[in-house]
């Protein structure tokens, strides 16, 4: 019988315990959505977990400039990717290597026009 009784107790209590952590969620949803953290907070999500580089954050890894010409981009590409690879830094190497890649369709786009 005390057995359950003290079951039937923790069923009930889990359950108000659960009503009272949804409405809270769903307060604090709302309180964020009021003030914008909730917009905020996705897109910050969302540019984590987006792979692609932005020609930037290449131009900022290979130390050039948007006025630097597409030789002298090669030449710090390959000075770095060879510095990483007597290192022994892959990722390093890695990141070198897409900063080159991302550049190639930047410059690509604006040296090389249909003719």
Known sequence: MATKLLANLIVLSSGVLARAFVQAYRQALANASKSGVAQETMQNVVRKTSKAMTEQEARQILGVSECT???????????????????????????????????????GTRIHTPS
């Open 69 to 107: 010409s597409w030789e002298e981009t090669l030449q710090k590409y390959e000075s770095l990717f060879e510095n990483n690879a007597k290192k022994g830094s892959f990722y390093l190497q890695s990141k070198v290597q897409k900063a080159k890649e991302r550049l190639e369709t930047a410059y």
